[in-house]
RNA sequence: CGGGGCAUAGCGCAGCUUGGUAGCGCGCUUGGUUCGGGACCAAGAGGCCGCAGGUUCAAAUCCUGUUGCCCCGACCA
């Protein structure tokens, strides 16, 4: 390819609308083009990286025994609502008529599809257990998108399925997989990618992980542990509490006018946080009961905790109407239980002496001890860590970090088998729901994380694996018959092996260096007249660690052995 | 869904307060001089000033509405 004749214009300036260095690398290098929110095309630069990374992760499936396949973009309504999804995920689902009116739907995973498939296609436990995947347009309709190709509406994504005869099965396979994944970071050029244990949503299930590329670009919070490894998305996370020790001592009222939140009341009565206790209260969904959720002062409600400890859908309560409750002033002490549920948060376990709200207009209560008082019939883990909690393994101090969510991998149980009712026949004659695992990455992420982790203030820095060309000819002085020539000749020669782009516009040296700095191209030749007349290449890494003149018929011998190291 | 911001040439921006011929830099075209980190000179092309109403002799500018985009939060395989 020539640069001359290249798509896709490289901009000096920053974009306006990018933040984020992937984002901002990927409009300045002219590697896509918005077209709405969360709605990309991609030009050449891109669609070759995308290639690259697509035949890694095939690779690494086919490696793990999967068997590739595609499901159509469009699926029908009864598909979705046999499995009961075409409502519980509405909200992020598009759906439409065909020119019949018949509910149609554009696919944003394909479990439905995948079970479609298979249990038409495999009846017996002899052909079990098989995997299919596909890599393939999905589209969510997300509400909102953010940082170019890091959480866009429409992408690709690869998303595999296995099938299993039993739960040991799968999780034999899921250990294949987990490994298949670590694998594809190390091979497009981020090894630093690490696993963590995260919440199951939508999907339901069980066990299951994802894996996050660090960064301050990420939209999840992961809570890790230096000392043992602990690794968790915040979702899940769980801290060991520090408790306070105290006295018991009498309950006593005390007179708080417009004193409502935390730290005025905790100013009030000169206490720390944690000697307070608060009240958060939601909305649950399908259900006309609000949830007051006692914990302590100096913690946050963890929705997504929260949601799996009720097993329903939470919301920060936003109609106060007909709700039997003294805002600014709940407490779990003579707090009237009728019409409202009650969660106790594990932070409050054996605390004495603390302070909370009266249920009184202007008043609270200090002296409440939780076991003479309160005495809760159980309670549930709800609160947040925060940064320095105490890891719940070792007793290290846990840290915060954000991350990118590039792939996930799920153990599903027989939600879909059994909901769709596809079964087998196993050894002993009998018919059996399989269990299922399920396994996706986003490639356009992923293409999006490697920048992330891989870019200098000049433009992403591509690993040989996905760079979208192994080789950047910068051919200077083309105006020179004689270096035109070397060019050329160079550009045809080394393109019988490798994947060579070759800057041949007459414009000045920085402009094409520049330039050659957004592709990113790992290993870049310079053919000047300054060098020409010793007879001689420059020879450049794009990370800049090497940078050597080579003798012109040395440069193969040369490019073989630095490719053999990259 | 809540909060904030922005829409003027391909990109980055000014002009709007106080209405009066639509501007600058980069990029693009042509010619010339240059030629190892985004060079210089000259001449050009390129605009429904997001869209729709309104006020006015006159609207990029004032008013109303609307749409789109970005950021933060909520939500999220």
Redesign the pocket.
């Known amino acids: 390819m020539l640069v001359s004749k290249l798509l896709g214009?490289?901009?000096?300036?920053?974009?306006?609308?990018a933040?984020?260095p992937s984002?901002i690398y990927l409009l300045?290098g002219g590697y896509i083009r918005?077209m709405?929110?969360?709605i990309y095309s991609m030009l050449l630069p891109a669609k070759k990286v995308t290639r690259k990374i697509e035949q890694i992760i095939r690779e690494e499936m086919d490696a793990i025994d999967g068997q590739e396949v595609l499901f159509p973009v469009v699926l029908p309504a009864e598909l979705w609502q046999e499995s009961g999804r075409w409502d519980s995920v509405a909200?992020?689902l598009i759906r439409f008529k065909d020119r019949i009116g018949h509910d149609m739907l554009l696919g944003?995973?394909h479990e439905e599809a995948a079970v479609h498939l298979a249990r038409s296609e495999v009846k017996s436990y002899s052909k079990y257990p098989f995997m299919i995947y596909q890599i393939q347009t999905?589209f969510?309709d997300?509400?909102?998108?953010?940082?170019g190709l890091i959480r866009v509406r429409e992408?690709t994504?690869k998303?595999a399925y296995s099938f299993h005869t039993s739960q040991e099965d799968l999780e034999q396979y899921y250990e294949r997989a987990f490994q298949a994944y670590h694998r594809i970071f190390r091979r497009v050029g981020i090894p630093e990618v690490v696993s963590v244990a995260s919440?199951?949503?939508?999907?339901g299930g069980k066990v299951?992980h994802e894996y996050m590329l660090l960064t301050d670009s990420g939209?999840?919070t992961i809570v890790l542990c230096k000392d043992c490894g602990y690794k968790s998305n915040m979702e899940v996370a769980v801290s060991k509490i520090a408790h306070n020790i105290c006295e018991e001592q009498a309950i006593e009222e005390v007179y708080t006018p417009d004193i409502k939140d935390i730290d005025s009341l905790a100013n009030f009565f000169k206490v720390s946080p944690s000697r307070l206790m608060k009240a958060a209260v939601f909305a649950v969904e399908n259900s006309k009961r609000p949830l007051v959720v006692f914990l302590r002062g100096d913690l946050q409600v963890n929705?997504?905790k929260l949601?799996n400890a009720v097993r329903a859908?939470v919301f920060p309560l936003t109609d106060y109407e007909n709700v039997n409750l003294c805002f600014g002033f709940i407490g779990a002490y003579g707090l009237d239980a009728e019409g409202v549920d009650i969660v106790y948060d594990i932070s409050l376990q054996g605390e004495k002496n603390l302070i909370g709200g009266a249920n009184k207009l202007g008043y609270h209560l200090e002296g409440i001890s939780i076991d003479r008082d309160i005495k809760p019939d159980n309670y549930a883990d709800v609160a947040k860590v925060n940064e320095e909690d105490t890891c719940t393994k070792c007793g290290g101090k846990l840290t915060l970090s954000r991350g990118i969510e590039v792939g996930?991998i799920?153990q599903l149980d027989t939600k879909y088998t059994a909901g769709m009712n596809m079964t087998f026949t196993d050894i002993d004659g009998k018919q059996k729901h399989p269990v299922m695992g399920c396994y996706?990455i986003?490639v356009g992420r992923l293409l999006a994380s490697i920048i992330e982790a891989r870019h200098d203030e000049?433009g992403p820095i591509w690993p040989m694996s996905v760079a979208p060309w192994q080789i950047h000819i910068c051919l200077?002085?083309s105006?020179n018959e004689y270096n035109r020539q070397v060019g050329f000749n160079l550009y045809e020669k080394l393109g019988k092996t490798y994947d060579v782009l070759m800057d041949d516009r007459?414009v000045?040296?920085?402009?094409q260096?520049?330039?050659a700095?957004?592709l990113g191209i790992p290993l870049r030749i310079?053919v000047?007249?300054?060098?020409l007349e010793k007879g001689e290449l420059?020879l450049?890494t794009r990370d800049r660690k090497i940078k050597k003149n080579v003798k012109l018929e040395d440069i193969e011998k040369e490019l073989r052995e630095m490719m053999n190291e990259m």
């Not at 997300?142 to 940082?147: D, F």
């Not at 919440?199 to 999907?203: A, K, R, T, Y």
């Open positions: 214009e490289r901009y000096k300036e920053k974009p306006g609308e933040i984020t984002h300045r918005q709405s929110n969360g909200n992020r944003m995973t999905k969510r997300e509400s909102r998108s953010r940082g992408f994504m998303d919440d199951n949503g939508m999907m299951s939209e999840d929705e997504a949601r859908n996930n799920f996706g986003g000049y200077l002085n105006e007459n000045a040296a920085g402009t260096f520049a330039d700095d957004l310079v000047s007249k300054r060098n420059e450049v």
